[in-house]
């Protein structure tokens, strides 16, 4: 990571986070339904590619939810030996093949996997497009790059609640909500870190909630809690905490009143460059008339 890299997340709060998620009370599993979510979606990507993969890493393991949905399917995985890094060690697999490690500083040699799997963590890496460019490295000539984060629309109405609440009851605002890249500035980062035949698409996911405690408990009970180093230690008050909980139901109360939380979650997929791989033609090349395809007349400039 550049020593000049602003420090927008706090990660050994993070890693605390994380480690009181799944360590402390033990509890991990019952608020872990989006990262299967994620998981099985990331296990059927992986399936859908004619390869198999001898040495795989997943990063952001918690708890090896990518080798628990792997193996709920094993014709369909073609990973052979997984290996786990998370930053928290309460949340790498007891298997022999994990380790913790920071996302930030990967610790491993150039071209040690042929799959590379970033089921979490990513969105909260200071420094994302060195992390793409080490992940990029570590991947064998025409190893795979597969990974889920969310998008720039995740809790999108739980932030302007909380803004809307400390804005009438507070004499400022105070940053409770990460912030989330968007897929064009995500799919601009693969090909800047140097990945051939980048993908980047987004499946929004719609959780429905009895309450917006409700919400806050998942996100706490999944790790997610608060990082930004801007944050403000105090506890957020129980007035400007009810508040909030107000605007949001204002803005995503259905009819069976529950309320809906978004989670836009980008999918991110591309290759270490290999000379195997599809190449675009040089310019000038082409054999056929694009006007003659098009049924037209070309007209020189």
Known sequence: MADNVPQIFDRKRLARNRARAAGLTRNFGT???????????????IAGVARKFSTGLCLGSSGGIIEAVHSEHPDEGHIGRLYHADLS????????RGLVCDEERLPFAEASFDLV?????????????GALIQI????????FFLAALPGGRTLESLRHALVAAETELLP??????????DL???????????FALPVADSHPVEVFYPTPID?????????????????VSATLRRDVLMRACEIYNEMEQRADGKCRALFDICYLAGWAPH?????????????????EALGTVERKL
Do not use: C
């Open 117 to 129: 799997v970033a089921l979490w963590g990513l969105h909260h890496v200071n420094d994302l497009p």
């Open 184 to 194: 064009a500035d995500l799919s601009g980062l693969l090909q800047r870190a140097g």
């Open 172 to 181: 400022g605002v105070r940053p409770h909500v990460h912030p989330f890249p």
């Open 31 to 45: 608020h872990d339904f989006l990262l299967r979510h994620v998981g099985n979606e990331l296990r059927d990507r």
């Open 275 to 291: 000379e195997s791989q599809q190449q675009p033609l040089k310019p000038g090349s082409a054999k056929a008339s694009l006007a």
């Open 89 to 96: 060690a309460y949340l790498v697999p007891d298997n022999g």
């Open 215 to 231: 919400l806050l408990n998942d996100l706490q009970g999944m790790g997610e809690s608060n990082v930004l180093t801007a944050r």
């Open 136 to 143: 990029r490295q570590i991947l064998k000539p025409d190893g």
